[in-house]
């Protein structure tokens, strides 16, 4: 008895480093990828005929309020007096490879024709939150901009540091053009709290929580995301691994 | 339908031992995932501790993949092997409804859902007799494999494609059959344990069964 748990406690742990070893290898990193790649195809091809919209909500299904979480805050003392000043001078760069480049202020990004819209945020660690979000849509800033045929991914760029390295996000220009894809300054009706990424921050609602970058400074249309941080085209990805689509 | 001359056809044995790989590594990699936040909710939303209907304990590292807390390399494998589970589930039902299997040997006759025979079943499975029923399966067996192939899986499946929020949008229907986000994700995690039990239960009775020759028809098919 004693022998056959002892083999059973041998076999539990050959079987957990072997799945380690696995998890490490190069090839089990390629057949991930391609996992994903498929899991994006079905979610996309299975939504037939029209546009895959995520769910929307009415006012009643609101969270009692709205978790901040990853960075809660940008800690320079730029980020600092902007939020003294109201974020009245805050800067939104539109570049990379569009034909119109140039930045837009608080008030040109209010001026845009708005979306609001209410939709459930998931982290990533399993938790959700509902909150009214409202922003031009990314779409009307692309336009605007003339991004290029070359143009395969857009790129976001934060002023939050976390863990001495730059937030930053990435999607595809199927999510960028999406509807539901809006810059939002607005939740919940009021000027977007610090802690939710104040002034501005990206939604982006077929994905989970960590693509939703906030304190966004800048919007680059790219052709290929290899030389950006360090490659994968984010901060969660770059750092941990996390998958690049977060749709799953 | 001629019968198939094993006891267990070809897409049987592959789908079993598919399913055996699959669920073993998304069941331990998705408690790596309970990990990240150890609290379930009912309903589209929730966050806050006094929202949970359940705190969730923490599960150790010898339990879950890998051996250590990562949420990104966990989700890996939960994302690799939904996949195979997924699709292995489907090309089974095909064949099994196609070469009888379901209706010959899974589906319980009107006169084994009479509760006498269920009673005498439970009183065979108590003298620990597995040789007896009508058919390959007693009506227990019968219930429990159609309780797993036909509802525990399919819930595991649908659930967690619900919790993608990229499929969700494809079918939104789907998160609204299974009452919000959060309410899928506690039935996903209520089925995995009773997937669980299902495991442990058909690991004993193999055990006393005689696990040899019933895992080498496993394997090979055995005979009828």
Partial sequence: MMQRRNFLVAAGAAFLNGCNEIGETAWFGKLVEGAQGWHRGLHRALGVGRIPMAPEYTRADLSPFFRGNGSLTVDTEAYRAAEANGFANWRLAVGGLVDNPGELSMDDIRALPQRTQITRHDCVEGWSAIGEWTGPQLSTILEAAQVRPEANFIVFRCADNLNGQDYYESCDMDDAIHPQTIIAHRLNGDPLPVRNGAPLRLRIERQLGYKHAKYLTGIDAVASLDDIGEGKGGYWEDRSGYQWYAGI | ?224
């Fill in chain 2, 1 to 224: 339908m001629k019968k198939p001359r094993k006891r267990h056809a070809l897409s049987t044995r592959l789908w079993h031992w598919i399913s055996a790989v699959s669920l073993i590594i998304l069941f331990m990699s998705g408690l790596n995932i309970s990990n990240a936040h150890r609290r379930l909710y009912w309903g589209d939303d929730g966050f806050l501790p006094e929202q949970a209907w359940l705190e969730v304990p923490r599960f150790p590292g010898w339990a879950t993949i890998p051996d250590y807390y990562s949420l990104a390399a966990a989700r890996d494998w939960h994302v690799l092997f939904s996949l195979l589970l997924g699709f292995s589930l489907l090309a089974f039902m095909i064949f099994a409804f196609a070469n009888g299997h379901m209706k010959r040997d899974i589906f319980a006759s009107k006169r084994e859902w009479k509760p006498s025979s269920i009673l005498k079943d439970i009183r065979e499975h108590l003298k620990f007799n597995f040789e007896h029923g009508e058919g390959k399966y007693n009506i227990l067996q019968k219930i429990a494999y159609a309780s797993v192939i036909l509802i525990l899986i399919p819930l595991m499946i649908f659930t967690g494609m619900v919790m993608s929020p990229g499929m969700e949008a494809a079918w939104p229907w789907m998160t609204e059959i299974f009452g919000g986000r959060q309410s899928a994700r506690s039935l996903h995690f209520i089925a995995a344990w009773l997937l669980f039990g299902f495991f442990v239960i058909h690991i004993l009775l193999v055990l006393a069964a005689g696990p040899i020759s019933q895992v080498r028809a496993m394997i090979t098919g055995g005979k009828e």
